[in-house]
């Protein structure tokens, strides 16, 4: 779980700039990286109201769980489920690593192109 929980963490440090911007093809591109880790069945980038951004999923046949409710994501906490794919029967960990955007400024380099005083909401993904 814990190497998950990092891969998660690095995919939503790396897509932080798309779910602030909304941006669908640049959150594409972030997952186009996905496809040299087997271990990775599938991701969503989500957007603060539940929007999907962009997917990739590994395993195509794969039955995907429902993402979080908005609510949930707006809360800003990380979240874990198992579940298992209908097809194979083979069990998941899914995990909910909220995109946060209260990092200050100079250390948030995906967004430093952003004008000073410019405010930021806390979870945007």
Avoid: C, W
Avoid at 6 to 25: C, F, K, M, P
Avoid at 94 to 117: F, K, M, N, Y
């Amino acid at each position: 779980m814990q190497r998950g929980a990092e891969i998660a963490e690095i995919i939503g440090d790396s897509s932080r700039h798309a779910s602030y911007t909304r941006n669908r093809q640049e959150a594409h591109t972030v997952l186009a990286r996905l496809a040299a880790r087997p271990n990775v069945a599938y991701v969503r980038i989500l957007a603060a109201d539940g929007t999907t951004l962009a997917a990739y999923v590994g395993q195509q046949e794969m039955t995907l769980p429902q993402p979080y409710p908005p609510e949930k994501l707006r809360q800003g906490k990380p979240l874990s489920t198992e579940f298992s794919d209908h097809q194979s029967g083979a069990r998941y960990l899914d995990l909910l690593v909220p995109i946060r955007t209260d990092t200050p400024r100079a250390q948030a380099s995906l967004l430093a192109e952003l004008p000073p005083g410019t405010q930021l909401q806390g979870v945007v993904g």
